[in-house]
């Protein structure tokens, strides 16, 4: 199946919550890596207006393909395609209204079976029964409430931040075909290492510290520093003592047209001293 091309032609304009603005002038679909964070962000004004703008400011897609922090697995397995996915609810000790929370998006085959496509014969793809978990549901209820755009969602099927551009790269095909690529994560997730769940107003040392090092980086374009992270960026193992919220990045930089090329910062700042970055690449 091939789904409709369809070249997006005119300029538009991209605006950070810094209220910096970029003129943008793009053929295709960009990329986004995202934080998409717990579901009680949901709740949160600013990240919801965030995300709401980003949204707002980028050509509705004609289908989603999402990888997502939450779901680690090899081979690539795709979620269920048929309409009315299910959501997985991957997380404890939240109001009960997010477990009675629905995204009821459209029949997803026709996506799919382009993701399969693309891949090589070398490396399979499974198609499998699971829903979209908080990484992808989440974000995706601000960015596109009426859940009327098909959405897959793709396993993470290494953390291997070169393996993950080439898996990024490989999809970079479907953002000719109006197909929105996102990196779902967190730009640091030392979770066991907050002492204050409750206070934005001062990020840890080893937060604001990695953030810095990572925005140095993606401005510059120094997608080695940034493949090195671990060995490299200040902060850590303590901003990502497991890195499943940080190489969702990789994904979005190899579906990028030109992966040194710098990102534009569509959001920044901290929630719960962990830092929200969103990224769009051309």
């Known amino acids: 199946m091939q789904l409709a091309l369809q070249l997006w032609q005119s300029p538009y304009v991209v605006e950070l919550s810094t209220t910096l603005l970029y003129a943008l002038d793009m053929s295709k679909m960009p990329a986004l890596y995202i934080g998409h964070g717990a579901p009680m962000l949901l709740d949160d004004p600013l990240w919801t207006s965030q995300l709401r703008e980003i949204a707002g400011k980028i050509e509705r897609p004609k289908a989603i393909v999402i990888v997502s922090a939450h779901w680690e697995s090899e081979p690539i397995t795709l979620s269920n395609s048929a309409a009315n996915t299910p959501l997985v609810y991957d997380f404890g000790g939240f109001d009960r209204k997010f477990y009675e929370m629905t995204y009821k998006s459209p029949d997803a085959t026709e996506i799919s079976d382009l993701v399969i496509s693309m891949m090589p014969d070398t490396e399979p793809v499974y198609q499998s029964n699971r829903g979209l978990d908080h990484g992808a549901w989440v974000p995706l209820r601000v960015m596109y409430p009426d859940a009327d755009i098909p959405v897959v969602q793709m396993s993470m099927p290494t953390s291997d931040p070169a393996k993950l551009m080439e898996l990024g790269n490989r999809l970079q095909t479907l953002r000719n075909e109006g197909v929105l690529v996102i990196g779902s994560g967190f730009m640091t997730h030392g979770l066991r290492y907050l002492r204050d769940w409750h206070s934005d107003a001062i990020a840890p040392t080893w937060s604001s510290e990695f953030d810095a ?33 940080f190489t969702p990045l990789f994904v979005t930089l ?29």
């Open 213 to 245: 090092w990572a925005a140095q980086a993606l401005a510059a374009g120094d997608v080695d520093a940034l493949t090195n992270f671990k060995e490299l960026a200040p902060g850590m193992p303590y901003a990502h003592p497991t890195v499943e919220h």
């Open 254 to 282: 190899g579906s990028a047209t030109s992966p040194d090329i710098a990102p534009k910062t569509l959001i920044d700042g901290y929630f719960m001293g962990l830092s929200k970055r969103s990224l769009l690449v051309a």
